[in-house]
Every structure is written in C-alpha cells, then in structure tokens.
C-alpha cells in the first residue's frame, strides 16, 4: 500500500492503518451511475475501498454534466455508457482499486448475480421500484445498503443494515402513487446531490469498517435552499413483508415489460402494475421541457427527438428509439418509474 496516497485518511483517527488496510479489501457495488453514482463513486474510489463495480443503463448526455461529476464534454459528444465512463475515470484516478463499469439494466432476474459477494450497495437509482429491488436483494443476501434520493434542493438518505436496522419495506410499506417529481421535470442543484453522497459515502465508510455504532440511525434528510433538515429514527415493523416474513416479491415481478414495435422505430412499455396516473399534473410538470398535447384518452410529449405516448394505465409508446433499456431510461426520466 502507498501510504501517501491516504496519508490524510490515515491520520484520521477512527480510520488509522488498520481502517486503511480494511477498506483497501473491502468491496462496494453502486446501482445507478447519475449524480449520486458519479459522486459515491468518485469518494469510494479516492478513499481507496478495494473492489467498486458500478451499474448502469444509460448513456452520458450534456446535461449530466452539471451534477454528474465524473463525465465530461468529450463523454457527452462520444454517447459514451456512463458505466463506461466513469470506470475509465476512475481508473486513471486510483490503480489500487479494481473499479469494474457493467452496462446493465438491474431487473429481479439479474440483481442477485450482480450484488453477491460485495460488503455493500449503495443507491444511485432514481425510482422506488428499483429502491423495492435492492432491498428484497440486500435482505435475502444479508447485504448492508445505503438508500439516497435527490430531487430539486431535496436530498435523503437512509442505511439499511439486516438484521441491526429497519429495511426500506419498513419505512415505506408502499411506494408514493400516482405522478413523481424527477430531476429532469423539476430540476436538481449539485449542491444537493453533494449533501447526500456525502452522508451516504461517509456512512458507507463506517460500515466497511464495521462501525456500526457510528451510523446515524435515521432517515435524514435536508432541503438545502430553505435550510432545513430532519431526521427520524425509524423502528423495525414486525409485519414487514421483507425483514419479518422474508417476502422477496420484487424479486419475482416482472420489470414493465417492453416490445419493440416492428417498423416504427418506438418501443412500448406496461408497467407491471396499473399505475393510475393524473395525465392532467403530468401536462403541467412536462410543459416547460417540450411540446404537449392531452386527450380524455392520453397524453403526447416531444422532447428532443422522442415521442413519448402516455396512457392513465402508465403504459407508454417511446418513439424515436428501439432500444428497449433507452425506452425504460427515457420512462423513468419523464413519467417516473
């Protein structure tokens, strides 16, 4: 080990030598590789934890570029996969690691193989179905997770440690209904994103280094342009479906299914479940980003060179593309997953 490179790290006393050389043999694999990917990324591999593999599905796009720190110009004009990416970044930062980009879509027929073997999962992902998943996987394989979301000036972040905390099916038995704010239809600020990757990479340390009585216990959260913050300290339900009855069910749904559609260039998405949305609030978030026209029957939405058809069902037609993981992403970026 170069003691130089963590000189600063070291001298720190709850880390010291012997943190240091646990962190360099220690693993963390990240689902979701946006703002909050790039920026746990960046930490976790500059704080020199052994082993970081990064998943994700899209590719780097101009406007990442704002809060997405590991991306540049280059990798936007290039379409580069952000896994990619960030992984030739990384390793030009930090040869001690061995940082691993895997281009993948993490559904429940693929997420185990993905995170086995790893100490910890951390959350860059932007929706509550993916949320759902890596709990039921971070339970049913006994894995710590760190949950982080950022919308607007928002952040929150929550640690999920089996059998020590509650899980995320504790504190949110059922996901939010109907229309979500996403960062591409309200907005974020970098500052925001760089509040709750510090909470979660810092936390992060704590747990690969078995100090657990350190966490912070709690869903903490903050909206950093109206200065305020809260924590609550959530407790283990006994009626969990996850932790209490080891119900994997997220495991075992389909993702939205996807069928290309033959000679139009456009790709159709149905939830697994009904989604009942508010097409007339999804008007009103989606009108400052492009063109919109709405029908008792649906909604149609321009952005770039996509159409988006959306159903009050959920189901949507995404034309422009027949990529099925470019559809899924474009969903999720404009509906909400």
């Given at each position: 080990?170069?003691?130089?490179?963590y000189?600063r790290?070291?001298?720190f006393?709850?880390i010291?030598?012997?943190?240091?050389?646990e962190?360099?043999?220690?693993?963390?694999?990240?689902?979701?590789?946006?703002a909050?990917?790039?920026a746990?990324?960046n930490?976790?591999?500059r704080?020199?934890?052994?082993?970081?593999?990064?998943?994700?599905?899209d590719?780097?796009?101009e406007?990442?570029?704002?809060?997405q720190l590991l991306?540049?110009?280059?990798?936007?004009?290039?379409?580069?996969?952000?896994?990619?990416?960030a992984e030739?970044?990384?390793?030009a930062?930090?040869?001690?690691?061995r940082?691993?980009?895997?281009?993948?879509?993490?559904?429940?027929?693929?997420?185990?193989s993905?995170?086995?073997?790893?100490?910890?999962?951390?959350?860059?992902t932007?929706?509550f179905?993916?949320?759902?998943?890596i709990?039921?996987a971070s339970?049913k394989?006994d894995i710590?997770?760190?949950?982080g979301?950022?919308v607007?000036?928002?952040?929150?972040?929550?640690?999920?440690?089996?059998?020590?905390?509650?899980?995320l099916?504790?504190?949110f038995?059922?996901?939010?209904e109907g229309?979500?704010d996403?960062?591409?239809?309200?907005?974020?600020?970098?500052p925001a994103?760089a509040?709750a990757?510090?909470i979660?990479?810092?936390e992060?340390?704590k747990?690969?280094l078995?100090c657990?009585?350190?966490?912070?216990?709690?869903?903490?959260s903050?909206?950093?342009?109206?200065n305020h913050s809260?924590?609550?300290r959530p407790?283990?339900?006994?009626?969990c479906?996850?932790?209490?009855?080891?119900e994997?069910?997220h495991?075992?749904?389909r993702t939205a299914?996807?069928?290309?559609?033959?000679?139009?260039?456009?790709?159709q998405?149905?939830?697994?479940?009904s989604?009942n949305?508010?097409?007339?609030?999804l008007?009103s978030?989606?009108e400052?980003l492009?063109?919109?026209r709405l029908n008792e029957?649906l909604?149609?939405?321009?952005?770039g060179?996509?159409?988006?058809t959306v159903f009050?069902?959920g189901r949507?037609?995404?034309k422009g593309?027949?990529?099925?993981a470019m559809?899924?992403?474009?969903?999720a970026?404009?509906?909400g997953a």
């Amino acid at each position: 080990m170069n003691r130089g490179k963590y000189s600063r790290q070291i001298l720190f006393q709850p880390i010291g030598m012997e943190g240091q050389e646990e962190l360099l043999r220690s693993s963390a694999v990240l689902i979701g590789c946006g703002a909050l990917g790039t920026a746990q990324a960046n930490a976790l591999v500059r704080a020199g934890v052994g082993r970081v593999r990064i998943i994700d599905r899209d590719f780097v796009e101009e406007s990442n570029l704002q809060r997405q720190l590991l991306f540049d110009e280059a990798d936007a004009a290039s379409s580069l996969p952000k896994a990619v990416a960030a992984e030739r970044k990384l390793r030009a930062i930090n040869s001690d690691v061995r940082v691993e980009g895997v281009v993948a879509d993490v559904e429940g027929q693929n997420i185990e193989s993905l995170v086995a073997g790893f100490n910890l999962i951390l959350d860059g992902t932007d929706n509550f179905t993916a949320r759902y998943l890596i709990n039921d996987a971070s339970v049913k394989l006994d894995i710590p997770w760190i949950y982080g979301a950022v919308v607007g000036s928002y952040a929150a972040t929550l640690n999920i440690v089996p059998g020590r905390t509650p899980c995320l099916a504790c504190v949110f038995p059922k996901a939010p209904e109907g229309v979500h704010d996403t960062c591409d239809t309200v907005g974020v600020i970098g500052p925001a994103v760089a509040w709750a990757a510090a909470i979660q990479t810092t936390e992060a340390l704590k747990i690969l280094l078995g100090c657990f009585d350190e966490l912070h216990g709690s869903l903490f959260s903050c909206d950093l342009w109206k200065n305020h913050s809260q924590r609550v300290r959530p407790k283990i339900s006994p009626d969990c479906r996850v932790c209490g009855a080891r119900e994997f069910t997220h495991l075992n749904v389909r993702t939205a299914a996807t069928t290309t559609l033959c000679g139009r260039d456009a790709v159709q998405i149905s939830p697994s479940e009904s989604r009942n949305l508010n097409l007339s609030q999804l008007r009103s978030r989606l009108e400052p980003l492009g063109s919109v026209r709405l029908n008792e029957y649906l909604l149609r939405f321009r952005v770039g060179v996509n159409d988006l058809t959306v159903f009050a069902d959920g189901r949507a037609i995404i034309k422009g593309t027949h990529d099925p993981a470019m559809a899924r992403s474009l969903y999720a970026k404009y509906i909400g997953a």
